[in-house]
């Protein structure tokens, strides 16, 4: 059973939610807009299924509604952020705000966070940097318990799936990347093994290192482990997946192998095309590159070529028409919230 | 038949050959310094195999030694470098100086290259970062006729194999990746060719963009293609090329399908550790890092968990003993050129 609501209705359902949790209303519709804006573009385990997930941290005391993020040291076109434990789009947003006011004054800028809550869909805050006019790298790590990827060579989970995401403006839709640097996120084994699945060849192994592709030789326990982007070449994806950690771990002053942290670090990079040239020839250029990606033969018959983040626009358009799906458990969950925190869902359904 | 040089031999008559074609003496020595230090490590195509190659470059008037890079503009924490076509490691090494030193005043920086030959080893720059106590990521590109690498859903080179290096400082050797976003670089391709063996499974594509292992397929013509880095998630490693096109090409200003360009572009950034806490501390953590990697269980008896680098310092070590091996075609070259610039090679061996 599938519940369809319109993204409108989910800003309005999880800004309730998260207002009634001690949230201030800006910071509540931001969170909100932000899950909405995950599910429109098709990534919807950081999308609407987060709702109840935060409104329970809240309850928990892991998120803190209202704490003010607030830059803990400065030096030219750096910044180190404390996000203070507040909703982590709240933080993240803040750093990417300092990142992006760094970037006008210096051109090139780099912010890392500590105590940021989980930040979602990282790609979100480089398309944030993308709509000024700017171009941004974003890396992000997990604590200790989301250390799902192994070292190349080994077997045990060192590193997080550790994604690397960037953006750069157009003359339309930015190119918007987002990837994790393991084959595959550790969302989508959730999403085979809730579905009774096998997984792919080369994704996963189990606690024994040995090759699997049943999902619950990853979760175990004891647990498996994911491996990182590559294949053969998986020494790649481990140099990327470490370059990631090296940046939200080690430079914020932050241990890898802490047991007791918990929520993402991020390092943002922002760039100012005009520090180099008009930003019209960037945004002309990078045009011209995505035609020339375009001219490529396509290797098969109806296999478009694509630039990273035209299907999420595409999905995008096609959810503010559609609805964004909402899975039963999570409408349920969301329904329990509301009963919870008294929050009258009817009254905000636009229906 | 191979010839075994000892390093300072291979610096020795390095720097006599391009010496001999105009070089100043310490841009001479520089260029031979680089090239040794790459077979050094283990990255022969990068190394002494391009002596010879450089002294025609230099007498086609590709390279104009003596040439002098100089700071094109530069703003805030960024500049653009233009490496007035002398030897490519020349001007790498001037546009890192001028990042570090950036990095120094802003804790952050940004330099991107124009007019730039072959650099060589690209890690080569960000180890020398590293060595300054800095955490530096360089993106490299190739123009037109190096476009190897096809995007995702397509079958005709766009990219050339874009790599990504990075370089962190520790209490021992930095860390040091230098990969490139294809599945490997095209210069192991030209080994399994000269070799007259077959290139692993999923590396290549024919001109029709039919999967092939038969590497004369690859160099046509009609040409094939390169393939992506990442194997079912190849959409991952187009994105991180496209990045490095992007940081490389329309950030300099420069189009990506410009028929006439040559060269490497080159975008350097480089952090200041001490922006955000005690350089001490950081390389403490990045040691702790390293030492939680190499605690994960091993996937073989005698696999070993490495970090980036570890394997070419290792190289590095054993060749500084045994001396550098050369490859019978590459020492006749070597020698041709002596004798057409009148340089007594004998003289220079210390034997």
């Known amino acids: 059973l599938t519940h369809v609501l319109a993204a409108n209705d989910v800003i309005r359902i999880g800004s309730a939610l998260f207002a009634a949790t001690g949230a201030p209303a800006d910071q509540a519709r931001l969170v909100a807009e932000e899950l909405a804006t995950s599910s429109l573009m098709g990534h919807d385990s950081h999308g609407v299924i987060r709702i109840p997930e935060y409104v329970e941290l809240v309850e928990r005391g892991t998120i803190i509604p209202g704490a003010a993020p607030r830059i803990e040291r400065t030096s030219g076109g750096t910044a180190l952020v404390d996000c203070a434990w507040n909703f982590g789009a709240v933080g993240a947003h803040f750093a990417m705000d300092v990142a992006i006011e760094l970037a006008r004054g210096n051109q090139i800028s780099c912010v890392v966070t500590r105590r940021c809550n989980h930040v979602g869909r990282v790609g979100a805050y480089v398309q944030k940097a993308a709509g000024r006019d700017m171009v941004a790298i974003a890396a992000c790590n997990s604590p200790l318990h989301g250390h799902f990827v192994p070292p190349w060579g080994g077997i045990e989970g060192?590193?997080?799936?550790?994604?690397?995401?960037?953006?750069?403006?157009?003359?339309?839709?930015?190119?918007?990347?987002?990837?994790?640097?393991?084959?595959?996120?550790?969302?989508?084994?959730?999403?085979?093994?809730?579905?009774?699945?096998?997984?792919?060849?080369?994704?996963?192994?189990?606690?024994?290192?040995?090759?699997?592709?049943?999902?619950?030789?990853?979760?175990?326990?004891?647990?498996?482990?994911?491996?990182?982007?590559?294949?053969?070449?998986?020494?790649?994806?481990?140099?990327?997946?470490?370059?990631?950690?090296?940046?939200?771990?080690?430079?914020?002053?932050?241990?890898?192998?802490?047991?007791?942290?918990?929520?993402?670090?991020?390092?943002?990079?922002?760039?100012?095309?005009?520090?180099?040239?008009?930003?019209?020839?960037?945004?002309?250029?990078?045009?011209?590159?995505?035609?020339?990606?375009?001219?490529?033969?396509?290797?098969?018959?109806?296999?478009?070529?694509?630039?990273?983040?035209?299907?999420?626009?595409?999905?995008?358009?096609?959810?503010?028409r559609e609805g964004i799906p909402v899975d039963d458990p999570t409408w349920e969950a969301i329904q329990q919230c509301a009963r919870r925190l008294d929050v009258d869902l009817v009254a905000l359904e636009s229906g």
Chains 1, 2 share one sequence.
Not at 186 to 199: D, F, L, P, S, T
Not at 234 to 249: M, P, S, T
Not at 252 to 275: E, H, I, K, R
Request: charged share 15%.
């Open 158 to 320: 060192r590193l997080g799936t550790n994604p690397i995401a960037y953006a750069a403006p157009t003359g339309g839709e930015p190119i918007l990347a987002d990837l994790s640097t393991s084959v595959a996120p550790e969302g989508k084994i959730r999403v085979y093994k809730n579905q009774g699945k096998a997984v792919p060849d080369g994704w996963i192994v189990d606690a024994q290192g040995h090759p699997s592709t049943d999902p619950t030789a990853f979760y175990g326990p004891p647990r498996g482990a994911l491996l990182p982007l590559g294949g053969p070449a998986g020494h790649k994806g481990y140099a990327l997946g470490l370059l990631a950690e090296i940046l939200c771990g080690p430079l914020a002053g932050l241990a890898t192998a802490d047991s007791a942290a918990f929520g993402n670090g991020l390092c943002f990079l922002v760039f100012d095309p005009q520090a180099f040239g008009p930003i019209q020839q960037f945004k002309s250029l990078v045009d011209a590159t995505v035609l020339y990606m375009k001219s490529s033969g396509r290797s098969g018959g109806d296999r478009e070529v694509l630039v990273p983040g035209e299907l999420e626009f595409r999905t995008r358009q096609q959810r503010l």
